[in-house]
């Protein structure tokens, strides 16, 4: 916790937030990715 509290302390409250929400949607924007993806081939399945 000492590190983040450091990290905000350095880089800024802004700076921090936006690094860990890039980090969380990266996850994110892959699942989607793969859910669209599965979605093409059983599409393509039903033609």
Request: hydrophobic share 45%; proline share 2%.
């Amino acid at each position: 916790m000492n590190e983040i509290y450091s990290h905000i302390a350095n880089l800024g409250f802004p700076i921090v937030i936006s690094i860990y929400l890039l980090v969380r949607i990266e996850g994110k924007l892959n699942q989607l990715t793969e859910s669209i993806n599965e979605l093409s081939r059983t599409i393509a399945g039903i033609k």
